[in-house]
């Protein structure tokens, strides 16, 4: 298993897009990123509870963070907590709120030195390569109404097209990612047209041509038109259905995704 880059207590908040106020849930909870197993450069990221629940069950949550594509934001408008946003390109967010107490603060927000610690490993891990580090106080906090602004476009919006969130440069750089004797690299190769060979620098250059473009075009068009496309493709892809859309491949992706590594986990540790 990959070295954890960090684990600290934090707890899930919910953000209300009317009044633009973060809400603290009490249920104690704990974050944990560490190295992707199944990709180099990418990273997992899990929340978990920590305390039983009376009713119901609280899932966890597995994120996969893409470098260059997610953000590790601080709240700055929130008056109620130390609360953190984590946001992916797509405009998806999640609120988490700092648990680990912070001594002699004289306000719920103030970070603590241990709080800017997680901040600085997070953003170093989530800065695209050819993006420059940068420091100083103007860029540890940023406010809700601020970042509403920026992404207002993107997450006021349904996802409508499959490069609103998988970008060309991800998928090279997650091809790039495979080992030659991978089988996630194999599955890819089985798609490349029947005239080019079957290897990863083909398949690299097939993706940066204007196939990528033609193919992620085609999915979107054919995910928007009805519930049988959604559930052909589906299917065909191999991972459950949960809604029509583009929207529903990222939570079918992202399902089936979880599963196969929580499988291969489970091998591993039989293995070992």
Avoid at 39 to 58: H, L, M, R, S
Avoid at 103 to 124: Q, T
Avoid at 176 to 205: G, T
Avoid at 226 to 250: P, Q
Wanted: charged share 30%; hydrophobic share 35%.
């Amino acid at each position: 298993m990959g070295e954890i880059v960090c684990k600290f207590r934090a707890g899930l908040a919910d953000f209300d897009e009317d009044s633009r106020i973060c809400t603290p849930k009490p249920l104690k909870g704990e974050i944990i990123v560490k190295p992707s197993e199944e990709a180099d450069g990418f990273y997992d990221f899990q929340w978990k509870p920590i305390e039983k629940v009376t009713t119901g069950n609280v899932e966890p949550i597995e994120l996969i963070l893409i470098p260059g594509e997610t953000k590790w934001l601080t709240i700055k408008s929130s008056k109620s907590g130390r609360i953190f946003c984590l946001v992916f390109s797509s405009g998806e967010k999640y609120f988490f709120w700092l648990q680990d107490k912070n001594e002699g603060a004289s306000s719920l927000n103030e970070l603590s030195k241990a709080d800017k610690e997680i901040v600085a490993k997070l953003e170093g891990i989530l800065k695209a390569e050819e993006e420059e580090v940068s420091t100083g106080a103007n860029n540890e906090d940023i406010n809700m109404e601020d970042e509403q602004k920026q992404s207002s476009e993107i997450s006021n919006q349904p996802i409508g097209h499959v490069c609103d969130f998988l970008t060309k440069s991800v998928v090279i750089k997650y091809v790039q990612s495979l080992a030659e004797d991978s089988p996630q690299l194999e599955a890819l190769l089985q798609h490349l047209p029947e005239s080019e060979s079957r290897n990863k620098e083909a398949l690299i250059e097939c993706l940066r041509g204007p196939f990528f473009f033609h193919a992620a075009d085609t999915l979107s068009k054919s995910l928007q038109e009805s519930f049988e496309a959604g559930l052909t493709i589906a299917n065909g892809f191999g991972y459950e259905y949960c809604d029509n859309g583009v929207l529903g491949l990222i939570k079918g992706a992202r399902k089936e995704g979880l599963k196969e590594a929580k499988s291969q986990s489970k091998s591993k540790d039989k293995d070992i």
